[in-house]
T-cell receptor, first 113, second 116 residues
Framework: DAKTTQPNSMESNEEEPVHLPCNHS???????IHWYRQLPSQGPEYVIH???SNVNNRMASLAIAEDRKSSTLILHRATLRDAAVYYC??????????????FGKGTKLSVKP | DAGVIQSPRHEVTEMGQEVTLRCKPI?????LFWYRQTMMRGLELLIY????????DSGMPEDRFSAKMPNASFSTLKIQPSEPRDSAVYFC??????????????FGSGTRLTVV
């Protein structure tokens, strides 16, 4: 299965942009790139996903490299509430159980006031 | 929408006792997932149901664990007998999964299980 590599931890200052990187050099053509986050003492929460083009939603932006071997989750203005573990996950479409979400260790984001 | 509802939020039980965790998925979702989270192993997928049918239970740690989904609005995860190493947070998630769909999962708030 294609895997992702993320830094263990990152720090950011409040109200500054945050760029969370993810490497997925073995991604296949039908793998979608999903991002979830887990706030302390809560279940994981869907953030955004994409296939080839950059994506924006109210929570974040997802920038996908042209070769799709890496991606970056962008939080435009970090708040204290954005402190969480962020997971980058490849999800295969139309491949039954292989399309399930398999979580790695993620990146723990700390936000300083 | 109330989201995915899990009960109880916390469960403390003695070793050897039976434990039943419950989950109500989001109405209209056709897939349900049970995960377990520990500090050592992170988030692990235990079992996956599609249209109430168990599709992949390869993540279930051993025969002491069983899961059922009698209808589209209810699922249970049972541990019998429970052991201290089963202590973890158990999450239920639901989603709409299909050939053309690629929707996100919605997770419940989890059940924190402590086996003493």
């Amino acid at each position: 299965d294609a895997k992702t590599t993320q830094p263990n931890s990152m720090e950011s200052n409040e109200e500054e942009p945050v760029h969370l990187p993810c490497n997925h050099s073995t991604i296949s053509g039908t793998d979608y790139i999903h991002w979830y986050r887990q706030l302390p003492s809560q279940g994981p929460e869907y953030v955004i996903h994409g296939l080839t083009s950059n994506v924006n939603n109210r929570m974040a932006s997802l920038a996908i490299a042209e070769d799709r071997k890496s991606s970056t989750l962008i939080l435009h203005r970090a708040t204290l509430r954005d402190a969480a573990v962020y997971y980058c996950i490849l999800r295969a479409l139309n491949r039954g159980s292989q399309g399930n979400l398999i979580f790695g260790k993620g990146t723990k984001l700390s936000v300083k006031p | 929408d109330a989201g995915v509802i899990q009960s109880p939020r916390h469960e403390v039980t003695e070793m050897g006792q039976e434990v039943t965790l419950r989950c109500k998925p989001i109405s209209g979702h056709n897939s349900l997932f049970w995960y377990r989270q520990t500090m050592m192993r992170g988030l692990e997928l235990l079992i996956y149901f599609n249209n109430n049918v168990p599709i992949d239970d390869s993540g279930m740690p051993e025969d002491r664990f069983s899961a059922k989904m009698p209808n589209a609005s209810f699922s249970t995860l049972k541990i019998q007998p429970s052991e201290p190493r089963d202590s973890a947070v158990y999450f239920c998630a639901s989603s709409l999964v299909g050939a053309a769909a690629n929707y996100g999962y919605t997770f419940g708030s989890g059940t924190r299980l402590t086996v003493v």
